[in-house]
């Protein structure tokens, strides 16, 4: 039987979202020096931290209770959701009961892949709503 993090890996990647390991990214972070915030913009980019995550489905649950919190996730062109392997849940109705325990907000929202978005005429466009590359590093 495949653990939740190998699930969570495959439906992410199937989803068409990169899954990295956080060592494979720190270099990368610490040049831009986050310094572990819980969620960090610099230009383009923004990284937030997850309140947990769902292998059923590949996607974080992320608190967007402030105005500064919902930019890092919706006005930049990437997005890094760090999330912690213990933090992975087998459903999002798991998921959701752990994130709203450890956190006080009522504002999260589930972030599974990048904004994507068509119209009548089939013609496919990223990033309207968000992020047009998402990057889920697991600790």
């Known amino acids: 039987m495949e653990n939740l993090l190998d699930k969570f890996k495959k439906?992410?990647?199937a989803n068409n979202v990169e899954v990295k390991e956080f060592a494979d990214?720190?270099?990368?972070?610490?040049?831009?020096?986050?310094?572990?915030?819980?969620?960090?913009?610099k230009g383009r980019l923004g990284i937030v931290r997850a309140l947990c995550a769902n292998a059923e489905e590949a996607n974080a649950i992320v608190d967007v209770s402030s105005q500064e919190k919902l930019?890092?996730?919706?006005?930049?062109?990437?997005?890094?959701?760090?999330?912690?392997?213990?933090?992975i849940f087998e459903n999002m109705h798991k998921a959701y009961q752990e994130?709203?325990?450890s956190k006080s907000s009522d504002y999260m929202i589930f972030v599974s892949q990048e904004s994507k978005t068509a119209d009548i005429e089939k013609q496919l466009i990223s990033?309207?709503?968000?992020a047009k590359k998402l990057v889920f590093s697991v600790k």
């Open 127 to 130: 990033g309207v709503q968000g």
């Open 71 to 87: 930019s890092c996730i919706i006005d930049v062109e990437k997005l890094i959701i760090l999330i912690d392997k213990e933090k």
């Open 99 to 101: 994130a709203y325990k």
């Open 11 to 13: 439906i992410a990647t």
């Open 25 to 41: 990214i720190e270099d990368e972070l610490k040049s831009l020096r986050y310094k572990g915030e819980e969620y960090f913009k």
